[in-house]
T-cell receptor, first 109, second 114 residues
Framework: TQLLEQSPQFLSIQEGENLTVYCNSS?????LQWYRQEPGEGPVLLVT?????EVKKLKRLTFQFGDARKDSSLHITAAQPGDTGLYLC?????????FGKGTSLLVTP | EAQVTQNPRYLITVTGKKLTVTCSQN?????MSWYRQDPGLGLRQIYY???????DKGDVPEGYKVSRKEKRNFPLILESPSPNQTSLYFC?????????????FGQGTRLTVV
């Protein structure tokens, strides 16, 4: 099993602030995915990054895959209360999808 | 509407009483899997299935069984539940086991074993 370490574990910020969360591994991944999970729901895919150095944008969310394909980051600009949730990174390992433990984000008005 | 449906959403049971959590998907996906989510441990894969009649163990298979007799259904069976199986369970499906495929998750089943 290839481990994915996410940081920070918890993050509490005010509306309008910017933030970055990280997903790191000692292993090379062929791709990484980011999911968001809201309370009482299952995770929902936000993005898949495949190429080293790749940057993808989804409205105010910017995702980057490290050049060596061992790490990824998620940057949120001008966070809103609707961004509150658990952010999970995931990478393939054999026939499984391994998840990091997640970053729990709380955005207060 | 494309979805993965789990039942029940909540279940409280006693140690040793066999139970089944059902999972059904309507997207004709080949790949299905079960995860458990625990505080501090994250999502861990229990079992997965690459197609009908093809199943294999994930990271934490002990105490669980699965079957895949039809493409759309992938039930999780606890033959003799124990308190350490108290957890939040998720079923997921994806088109294939190809690495970049999106996984669709059910809404979860919160199981308490007393």
């Amino acid at each position: 099993t290839q481990l994915l370490e996410q940081s920070p574990q918890f993050l509490s910020i005010q509306e309008g602030e910017n933030l970055t969360v990280y997903c790191n591994s000692s292993s090379v991944f062929s791709s990484l995915q980011w999911y968001r999970q809201e309370p009482g729901e299952g995770p929902v895919l936000l993005v898949t990054v495949v190429t080293g150095g790749e940057v993808k944008k989804l409205k105010r969310l910017t995702f980057q895959f490290g050049d060596a394909r061992k790490d990824s980051s998620l940057h949120i600009t001008a966070a809103q209360p609707g961004d509150t949730g658990l952010y999970l990174c995931a990478g393939p390992s054999g026939y499984a999808l391994n998840f990091g433990k997640g970053t729990s984000l709380l955005v207060t008005p | 509407e494309a979805q993965v449906t789990q039942n029940p959403r909540y279940l409280i049971t006693v140690t040793g009483k066999k139970l089944t959590v059902t999972c059904s998907q309507n997207m004709n996906h080949e790949y299905m899997s079960w995860y458990r989510q625990d505080p501090g441990l994250g999502l861990r894969q229990i079992y997965y299935s690459m197609n009908v009649e093809v199943t294999d163990k994930g990271d934490v298979p002990e105490g669980y069984k699965v079957s895949r007799k039809e493409k759309r259904n992938f039930p999780l069976i606890l033959e003799s539940p124990s308190p350490n199986q108290t957890s939040l369970y998720f079923c997921a499906s994806s088109l294939t086991q190809v690495k970049n495929t999106e996984a669709f998750f059910g809404q979860g089943t919160r199981l308490t074993v007393v």
